[in-house]
């Protein structure tokens, strides 16, 4: 008698199931965050960030940069770049969102239709912990794409802000322009 009131209680096979997969989930969310913590020192990111900075600022030749400036042209194509990497950032985290709103909604339909379904209480708890956790890897998963997005936009912008100062750099000084340059020398008749 004594052994069956001290017994585990016996769960149903799904309900086990659905534990264990909670349980493996929760071991495996909290190694990836204790390997992202480890590997992301963020004094020595900000030191090696800060590093290339003023490696890439000092080899510029900032005499040039500032007389270059001044090219019609050049703000032109620059601005012109940058509205194709806004409209396709734009565009591609649009798209992220509605397929993550579309993923919410037919997970969320998933979870309440897990409650709603006959069974035992167990097995109803494992449908629905199974559900949540199959809707927290499908967030995940968006969620991880939109931020490889959001990193990929910040590395293009800082590509285009990097070339910029590098073709300034780099190309030849213009004369400057002096006031009225760009008029038409006036010819004054002159009456004999």
């Given at each position: 008698?004594?052994?069956?009131?001290?017994?585990?209680?016996?769960?149903?096979?799904?309900?086990?199931q659905a534990l264990e997969r909670f349980s493996t989930s929760i071991k495996t969310l909290t190694?990836?965050?204790?390997?992202?913590?480890?590997?992301?020192?963020?004094?020595?990111?900000?030191?090696?960030?800060?590093?290339?900075?003023?490696?890439?600022?000092?080899?510029?030749?900032?005499?040039?940069?500032?007389?270059?400036?001044?090219?019609?042209?050049?703000?032109?194509?620059?601005?012109?770049?940058?509205?194709?990497?806004?409209?396709?950032?734009?565009?591609?985290?649009?798209?992220?969102?509605?397929?993550?709103?579309?993923?919410?909604?037919?997970?969320?339909?998933?979870?309440?239709?897990?409650?709603?379904?006959?069974?035992?209480?167990?097995?109803?708890?494992?449908?629905?912990?199974?559900?949540?956790?199959?809707?927290?890897?499908?967030?995940?998963?968006?969620?991880?794409?939109?931020?490889q997005t959001l990193g990929s936009i910040q590395s293009a912008l800082l590509a285009l802000y990097q070339q910029s100062l590098t073709e300034l750099s780099t190309s030849p000084p213009?004369?400057?322009?002096?006031?009225?340059?760009?008029?038409?020398?006036?010819?004054?008749?002159?009456?004999?």
């Amino acid at each position: 008698m004594a052994d069956t009131l001290f017994a585990p209680p016996s769960l149903e096979p799904e309900f086990k199931q659905a534990l264990e997969r909670f349980s493996t989930s929760i071991k495996t969310l909290t190694n990836d965050a204790a390997s992202l913590s480890k590997a992301v020192n963020p004094l020595e990111s900000f030191m090696q960030i800060g590093q290339q900075t003023l490696d890439f600022y000092t080899g510029l030749d900032w005499l040039k940069v500032y007389t270059s400036a001044a090219k019609p042209g050049y703000f032109f194509e620059f601005l012109e770049s940058l509205a194709e990497i806004q409209q396709e950032a734009s565009s591609r985290l649009s798209n992220q969102q509605q397929i993550l709103l579309s993923t919410l909604v037919k997970d969320g339909q998933t979870i309440a239709a897990s409650t709603s379904s006959s069974g035992s209480p167990e097995q109803l708890l494992a449908k629905c912990i199974n559900s949540s956790l199959d809707a927290f890897e499908d967030i995940k998963t968006n969620i991880s794409n939109q931020a490889q997005t959001l990193g990929s936009i910040q590395s293009a912008l800082l590509a285009l802000y990097q070339q910029s100062l590098t073709e300034l750099s780099t190309s030849p000084p213009q004369e400057p322009k002096r006031l009225g340059s760009d008029q038409p020398e006036v010819v004054t008749p002159t009456y004999d």
